[in-house]
């Protein structure tokens, strides 16, 4: 049974920052791209962030500058570290992995407000 479990969502403050987990376990052969996405209230789920298993990343045009993706594959573990947060920021936040089949975290909730 494969799992993603997401960590570290909450409430900051506009400017602040916040670093989120997913930690995957499980019986999982082997993992190659790992990505972020994101749903705002009233909106479509988008790609956030995503890195490859060669560590090519790509980051959507509003947090690029701002955001980093990086993983320990040891862990197998992917981050999404949010750094400028503006309320715009502020959505549902889901793991994706990519292995032989795609996989999803339960999502957790980053709200950006003052």
């Known amino acids: 049974q494969v799992s993603l479990v997401e960590s570290g969502g909450g409430l900051v403050q506009p400017g602040g920052s916040l670093r989120l987990s997913c930690a995957v376990s499980?019986?999982?052969?082997?993992?190659?791209?790992m990505a972020w996405h994101r749903q705002a209230p009233g909106k479509e789920r988008e790609l956030v962030a995503l890195?490859?298993?060669?560590?090519?990343?790509n980051y959507a045009d509003s947090v690029k500058g701002r955001f980093t993706i990086s993983r320990d594959n040891a862990k197998n573990t992917v981050y999404l570290q949010m750094n400028s947060l503006k309320p715009e920021d502020t959505a549902v936040y889901y793991c994706?992995?990519?292995?032989?089949?795609?996989?999803w975290g339960q999502g957790t909730q980053v709200t950006v407000a003052s």
């Open positions: 994706r992995v990519v292995a032989r089949y795609t996989y």
């Open positions: 499980g019986n999982i052969f082997s993992i190659n791209t």
């Open positions: 890195i490859t298993s060669g560590g090519i990343t």
